[in-house]
């Protein structure tokens, strides 16, 4: 990939390796994400999505390959460089992650405060406005434990986002959520892709893959299989592995 495609996207990941102990679950992976883009990654469990996403928020150690944000590297970032980086990149998790102790206001300003500084009324003003986006005005002063899973989720989302990132990753966000409550936190993540996030997605939600994404990846032990737009690896994909997978999560 040459230094002029790197510097026209938001986000690049370059040959990226990582292995736990004598199992290798990336195995050279590469991904361009453009500004304002939505990817989503596919793929059985196990195949390295959630580790891929785990590496571009630093949050794992990736043991070769390169990942660059706007064109800058930082997969060696150490300290207030690396913090920097991860104020610029959002990540949303299949569990909740959510204070449990403190009220959902609180949740989402105190990331503001601490890390960034952010006086106390201004941070309770950008929490309000987001939980007001996300449909949970009125559960400002509601501790974790008195909310829906699907409602936490949209909390962990809006807290996510209180950090202004540039990039939001999202990993399999609506797994552990009942049914119905599935389609309340999709609805909040279209709407950030109408609204221009960019955006990598690893997710089991194939109707949110091939509707809102501009790319869909699909892995498979520690690799990209394919990758394409929506309609074309949904409806004629390349690969057997990949219309294996599709026929089976499609038509299970």
């Known amino acids: 990939m ?3 495609a790197q510097n026209a996207s938001k986000l690049t990941v370059t040959d990226l390796h ?23 990654i596919i793929g059985p469990s ?33 300290g207030r460089d690396l913090d920097a980086v991860r104020r610029r990149i959002g ?8 204070f449990p102790h403190r009220t959902v206001l609180d949740n989402l300003t105190m ?7 952010v006086p106390r009324r201004a941070a309770e003003d950008r929490a309000r406005s987001l939980l007001d986006r996300v449909g949970l005005a009125e559960k400002a002063h509601e501790l974790p434990g008195r909310l829906s899973g699907g409602q936490q989720q949209r909390v962990a989302i809006a807290r996510a986002l209180a950090m202004d990132p540039e990039v ?16 309340d936190v999709l609805d909040v993540m279209r709407r950030l892709a109408e ?11 194939m109707s949110f893959a ?15 299989v394919e990758r394409g737009d929506p309609a074309t690896v949904f409806t004629a994909p390349a690969h057997e592995r990949t219309r294996r997978f599709l026929d089976r999560v499609l038509h299970p």
């Open 18 to 40: 990582k292995r736990f102990g004598a199992l290798e679950v990336l195995r050279g992976v590469d991904l361009v994400v453009p500004a304002g883009a939505v990817i989503s």
């Open 195 to 205: 609204g221009g996030m960019t955006m990598v997605v690893v997710t089991h939600e």
């Open 2 to 4: 040459t230094g002029e």
């Open 111 to 117: 990331a503001q405060r601490v890390v960034s500084g």
């Open 168 to 183: 939001m990753l999202f990993d399999e966000v609506t797994s552990a959520l009942d049914p119905e409550l599935v389609t």
């Open 46 to 78: 196990g195949s390295g999505k959630s580790t891929l996403l785990r590496c571009v928020n630093r949050l794992e150690e990736a043991d070769a390959g390169e990942i660059a944000l706007d064109g800058m590297p930082i997969t060696r970032l150490r």
């Open 91 to 98: 990540m949303v998790f299949q569990q909740f992650n959510l």
């Open 210 to 224: 091939r509707d809102v994404s501009d790319e869909v990846l699909f892995m498979d032990q520690g690799v990209v």
